[in-house]
């Protein structure tokens, strides 16, 4: 077999392994979160119900201070969801939390820690009032698929080129 076939292959095969990673990795999952703040209690609590989790997966949420520096102001609360992926958790509001700005997140985790979604949503913490600024997620497999296939093409056309000249 020439060089040359053996290039055209290797390359058919490099182009195609982004969809493969992308079908092989994605499972039509897209977490998303709602807070809900639950009154009545002497502290205040945040009703987390999230929506699109992996079934198989546990989810932490986790309050996060905005404050200059990202810091964990609870630690954080693993729940597993059901089996339509969705899941509800009371997450304790720290008493020094108030008359800021927080980021109330959610992750899922492969077993070997690597992230596979997440999802954030902005929150404005007052004396007397929670409010939501606003909510984003991320299929953490297909944006790493999406930039695969972008970049593996310019990478396999620099390797063929060069493998040409050498040839």
Request: hydrophobic content about 50%.
């Given at each position: 077999?020439?060089?040359?076939?053996?290039?055209?292959?290797?390359?058919?095969?490099?182009?195609?392994l982004p969809?493969?990673a992308?079908?092989?990795?994605?499972?039509?999952?897209?977490?998303q979160?709602?807070?809900?703040?639950?009154?009545?209690?002497?502290q205040?609590?945040?009703?987390?119900?999230?929506?699109?989790?992996?079934?198989?997966?546990?989810?932490?949420?986790?309050?996060?201070a905005?404050?200059?520096v990202?810091?964990?102001?609870?630690?954080?609360?693993?729940?597993d969801?059901?089996?339509?992926?969705?899941?509800?958790?009371?997450?304790?509001?720290?008493?020094?939390?108030?008359?800021?700005?927080?980021t109330?997140?959610?992750?899922?985790?492969?077993?070997?820690?690597?992230?596979?979604?997440?999802?954030r949503?902005s929150?404005?913490?007052?004396?007397?009032s929670?409010?939501?600024?606003g909510a984003?997620?991320?299929?953490?497999?297909l944006?790493?698929?999406a930039?695969?296939?972008?970049l593996l093409?310019?990478?396999?056309?620099?390797?063929?080129r060069?493998?040409?000249?050498?040839?």
């Amino acid at each position: 077999m020439s060089i040359a076939v053996r290039i055209c292959l290797t390359l058919v095969v490099l182009l195609l392994l982004p969809t493969f990673a992308a079908v092989a990795g994605a499972q039509d999952t897209t977490l998303q979160i709602d807070v809900r703040p639950v009154s009545g209690s002497n502290q205040p609590t945040l009703s987390v119900t999230g929506v699109g989790a992996q079934a198989d997966r546990p989810v932490q949420v986790q309050l996060i201070a905005e404050a200059g520096v990202l810091t964990p102001l609870t630690p954080a609360v693993q729940v597993d969801p059901d089996g339509n992926g969705e899941f509800t958790v009371a997450l304790p509001v720290p008493a020094g939390a108030a008359d800021e700005h927080h980021t109330l997140r959610a992750e899922q985790r492969a077993t070997d820690g690597r992230l596979l979604q997440s999802a954030r949503m902005s929150l404005d913490v007052g004396a007397d009032s929670i409010s939501a600024a606003g909510a984003e997620s991320a299929p953490t497999t297909l944006i790493w698929a999406a930039l695969l296939a972008l970049l593996l093409p310019g990478v396999v056309f620099q390797g063929a080129r060069l493998a040409l000249q050498r040839a």
